[in-house]
């Protein structure tokens, strides 16, 4: 049995908790500032508060002042922080835990960089922090609550040093949680970062649909799918230029399949679609921050710097380059179809 200390009780960091519990293992869920309701709710019922779940056996809950006595004797630390909490789970947590602590991240994200780069967030804290830790990410297709409901998952364990990866992916892989290993962290985490801002440009086709047919019409399959095609297209294209291996592109698209059904993203995709202005979509979701528009935005400014430097060609990015348009510079959705054809020779 090993513990597991998990900071961050939101839907994710909870979910991955589920399988590691199933196999023995004993989960210290902790909560962030912004989770102190749901840590007392876990308390008072087993329940978590926006899971609608039951928590299994062999949880226990502290609160972030009890950090210390939830990191004492822990085999591994696990973030569940949303990729807005990165800077904080910078500050206050990877700057006290022992450095021998091995960290699993399920925070999914990446920053761009001046020069046209995008560094995955485990790399990112390597490189701001003074000292030495192991990080570790997870990627692929996984949904908090099917997940919860043991609904078969296969994702990709990325980082340093095989042999820990080994040991972690002995934590949790079970009958229902299927995990492969891999040591490219900027292939396997740049592939499902930059899902959502491609999941955002698949859903535009589902607002078309809804203007043309009402809300409650036939959906249009045929253009959702040119534009999946299409991203999984430009995905490759940018998978290839920060360097990572062409096979995690399979994690990026499970991860894009499974983002473009539900959720916020596909919310402001379709009113978008519809015929919303950017402004008048997110009124619509009373302003919340999402990170379809954080990663579409830092993928975009690094692509357009690439361009400016003569390293791609805006024709290859016609749809990513189309949401920034949107969602940055007032534009209308007006998707460039033609710009997606293409002649190949054997």
Not at 203 to 225: C, F, I, M, P, W
Request: glycine letters at 10%.
């Amino acid at each position: 049995m090993s513990i597991i200390t998990v900071v961050g009780a939101g839907m994710m960091g909870t979910a991955i908790s589920f399988p590691a519990s199933d196999n023995g293992n004993e989960i210290r869920l902790v909560g962030t500032p912004l989770d102190r309701h749901i840590i007392e709710h876990a308390r008072k019922t087993d329940e978590h508060l926006t899971l609608k779940r039951k928590i299994p056996d062999g949880f226990s809950y502290f609160q972030i002042e009890q950090l210390d006595e939830a990191l004492k004797d822990a085999d591994l630390l696990v973030s569940g922080v949303s990729s807005f909490g990165v800077d904080w789970f910078l500050e206050e947590i990877l700057s006290v835990i022992p450095e021998t602590l091995p960290v699993l991240m399920v925070t999914k994200g990446m920053q761009d960089t001046e020069d046209g780069g995008l560094i995955p967030y485990p790399l990112l804290y390597a490189q701001k922090l003074d000292r030495k830790l192991s990080l570790y990410a997870v990627g692929g297709p996984c949904t908090s609550y099917e997940l919860t409901d043991h609904d078969p998952t296969q994702v990709c364990f990325c980082g340093g040093d095989m042999e820990t990866l080994r040991k972690i992916k002995s934590m949790f892989e079970t009958d229902y949680y299927h995990v492969s290993l891999s040591t490219d962290i900027v292939g396997v985490e740049c592939a499902v970062a930059m899902k959502n801002a491609y999941a955002l440009a698949v859903t535009l086709a589902v607002g078309l649909s809804q203007r043309t047919e009402g809300v409650d019409g036939k959906q249009h399959y045929n253009s959702q799918a040119a534009l999946f095609g299409q991203s999984i297209r430009e995905m490759r294209k940018l998978l290839a230029l920060v360097g990572g291996g062409d096979d995690n592109l399979v994690y990026g698209a499970g991860d894009l399949y499974v983002t473009i059904f539900g959720g916020r993203t596909r919310y402001i995709g379709t009113l978008l679609g519809r015929g919303l202005s950017f402004e008048e979509a997110m009124a619509e979701l009373e302003g919340v921050t999402l990170e379809s528009i954080v990663i579409a935005t830092r993928t975009a400014r690094a692509v357009r710097v690439l361009i400016e430097r003569g390293k791609v060609r805006s024709e290859d990015f016609p749809l990513l380059l189309h949401v920034d348009d949107i969602i940055n510079h007032k534009k209308a959705v007006d998707i460039p179809w033609s710009s997606f054809e293409v002649e190949t020779y054997l």
